[in-house]
T-cell receptor, first 113, second 114 residues
Framework: DTGVSQNPRHKITKRGQNVTFRCDPISEHNRLYWYRQTLGQGPEFLTYFQNEAQLEKSRLLSDRFSAERPKGSFSTLEIQRTEQGDSAMYLC???????????FGPGTRLTVL | TQLLEQSPQFLSIQEGENLTVYCNSSSVFSSLQWYRQEPGEGPVLLVT?????EVKKLKRLTFQFGDARKDSSLHITAAQPGDTGLYLCAGRDIGSSNTGKLIFGQGTTLQVKP
């Protein structure tokens, strides 16, 4: 069990550029979540996958954001036309179905200049 | 909308002191979790409390779930510099059709000085 991994750990980009983050969940976990955390705040839910199906999206997820989990394993989160307000830590978590505990990855820190 | 409010937001204490962090809501949660997060890392799960009135201990940390399942507390005895970090409470959003998404409090930043 290698835990949840995320890549890259840090990303610095210029406003208007597109960025993509990857999350590899714990192998048996079919539930996958993306959260966003800004400095001094708790994480906020963005979206949820059960296997390859995206079942819930937050209103925080504007049309510039898209997430996929094509084979029910790893997931990607893409942000198009980044804005300075997108600067945050993007966290991925996974869990087993019906299980309370979510296990978080180390996050991807995005800085938009 | 379910909200979780944590207090205090910041706490700076000397090594050896005791402290309590509170997590309150006007809504009922089926369970509450406590996480600890270090700078630049993801949250690490400490404990899950499920039953109203439940008390769980993890070494010097004591977690309590309120009888009505609307609040929780974390008590640390004889704090050590290694306890420094951001403590987050999180509850499962019961309005989300069993997706299991979590609602987090804003966190309590704890600094323990040697």
């Amino acid at each position: 069990d290698t835990g949840v991994s995320q890549n890259p750990r840090h990303k610095i980009t210029k406003r208007g550029q597109n960025v993509t983050f990857r999350c590899d969940p714990i192998s048996e976990h079919n539930r996958l979540y993306w959260y966003r955390q800004t400095l001094g705040q708790g994480p906020e839910f963005l979206t949820y996958f059960q296997n390859e199906a995206q079942l819930e999206k937050s209103r925080l997820l504007s049309d510039r954001f898209s997430a996929e989990r094509p084979k029910g394993s790893f997931s990607t989160l893409e942000i198009q036309r980044t804005e300075q307000g997108d600067s945050a830590m993007y966290l991925c978590a996974s869990s087993l179905p019906g299980w309370n505990e979510q296990f978080f990855g180390p996050g991807t820190r995005l800085t938009v200049l | 909308t379910q909200l979780l409010e944590q207090s205090p937001q910041f706490l700076s204490i000397q090594e050896g002191e005791n402290l309590t962090v509170y997590c309150n809501s006007s809504s009922v949660f089926s369970s509450l979790q406590w996480y600890r997060q270090e700078p630049g890392e993801g949250p690490v799960l400490l404990v899950t409390v499920v039953t109203g009135g439940e008390v769980k201990k993890l070494k010097r940390l004591t977690f309590q779930f309120g009888d009505a399942r609307k609040d929780s507390s974390l008590h640390i005895t004889a704090a050590q510099p290694g306890d420094t970090g951001l403590y987050l409470c999180a509850g499962r959003d019961i309005g989300s059709s069993n997706t299991g998404k979590l609602i987090f409090g804003q966190g309590t930043t704890l600094q323990v000085k040697p």
